[in-house]
């Protein structure tokens, strides 16, 4: 039997991607496995990051935080449309945090679980599933973080 060399190519592709794919679950399921508390050190980064946007962003949230008056005393409430779109933004900004850490909370592995090998294992096929999630996570929050350092530096410009 002949393959034509286009089929061999892609035949080749993808035992290679296959094994890129293999070998990439196997480092995470060990990075998993091996970490003291049940999780990547990039997820653990992450998550504390991400746990302090959402306290910063919790503290704008509070109407008595967001607008300060010319005479730099603390408002009660928002008083114009900019302590209100402060405001917006960081309810926006809050509740996509907490979506982002559930779905890193939801890859961790409990350090004194039973089977950990083969939960760590299971853990790193679905971090490698919602890598796509995350990272369209990452880039709305990294929008909402810009829009409201523009929006305070506005304020106490």
Request: proline share 3%; charged share 20%.
């Amino acid at each position: 039997m002949v393959i034509d060399p286009f089929s061999a190519l892609g035949l080749a592709a993808n035992i290679v991607q296959f094994l890129d794919f293999g070998q990439k679950l196997v480092s995470k399921g060990k990075e998993i496995y091996m970490s003291a508390d049940g999780q990547q050190a990039h997820h653990f980064e992450l998550e504390l990051i991400y746990d302090d946007l959402s306290v910063i962003a919790s503290t704008l949230t509070t109407p008595s935080a967001v607008s300060v008056n010319s005479n730099t005393s603390i408002q009660t409430r928002p008083t114009n449309a900019v302590d209100s779109q402060i405001h917006r933004l960081a309810t926006a900004c809050e509740e996509l945090a907490h979506e982002f850490l559930s779905v890193i909370r939801n890859l961790k592995v409990d350090p004194n679980t039973k089977h950990r090998k083969w939960k760590s294992f299971r853990q790193a096929l679905k971090s490698l599933g919602k890598n796509a999630h995350l990272e369209e996570l990452r880039s709305r929050l990294a929008g909402f973080r810009e829009e409201l350092t523009i929006r305070l530096i506005a304020v106490l410009g």
